[in-house]
């Protein structure tokens, strides 16, 4: 298990490599709640031999400007990964976010999702890429980028895109960009929720299912600092 948690007043530029033997097993959380005016460009690659698991849990909250890149190579045979990634953007911040799987072996499995909750004027960009090469037969992955608006002037764009070199396989995607539901909100109002938080409970509740692929202690600080970053908005 693996725990990073990134607070920054200025600009942060880092990488990190990680390489797994074969029957390794990885839990990487990542929490960027860096200082309103940092700049942040965060990078991580992963590679996994023979039935190694990765499971990422990533959390982009913090700074004016981030960009994060993460690449897992699935190198040896029935290797596979989870990789969820969750941000929340207000103000004017500026969020890019990339995911990419490289399905080098046979068998391997793959599942990225990102959900991006999007406030004020920010904007997130969010990108995904599976590559499965020739020799990666019966390999098997999905990735999707989901984004919901929470207001008029707030802007996402999700790009998912596949690149597929062998036709024994399965790949898939999925995207979204939606605002949130008025008549959803309005029915919580009715039962007495105030539309401040109406609205956030909606939020909260487009990302359990991400949240759910994740370990405990980490879906459990991601909820409460979503919480209180709304609270401070």
Known sequence: TLNTTIID???????THIVL?????????????ASPQA?????LTIEADNTSIITIGSATLGGAHCRLHRETRLN??????????????HHKQRFEITTNAVHNGHSTRGTMLTHSLVKDTAKTVARGLITINEHADNADSFVAQHALLLNRGAAADC????????????????ASVTPIDKDKTFYLQTRGVDETNARRELALATIENALART?????EEVRTLIAAKWGAA
């Open 9 to 15: 007043d200025g600009s942060l530029n880092q990488h």
């Open 21 to 33: 033997g074969a029957h390794s097993t990885i839990n990487y959380a990542f929490i960027q709640k």
């Open 39 to 43: 700049i942040v460009f965060d990078g």
């Open 76 to 89: 040896g045979e029935l290797a596979r990964v989870t990789h969820t990634e969750i941000a929340f953007a």
């Open 159 to 174: 790009v998912p895109d596949l690149e597929i070199h062998n036709s024994n396989v399965k790949a898939s995607h999925g």
């Open 215 to 219: 370990p405990t202690h980490f879906a």
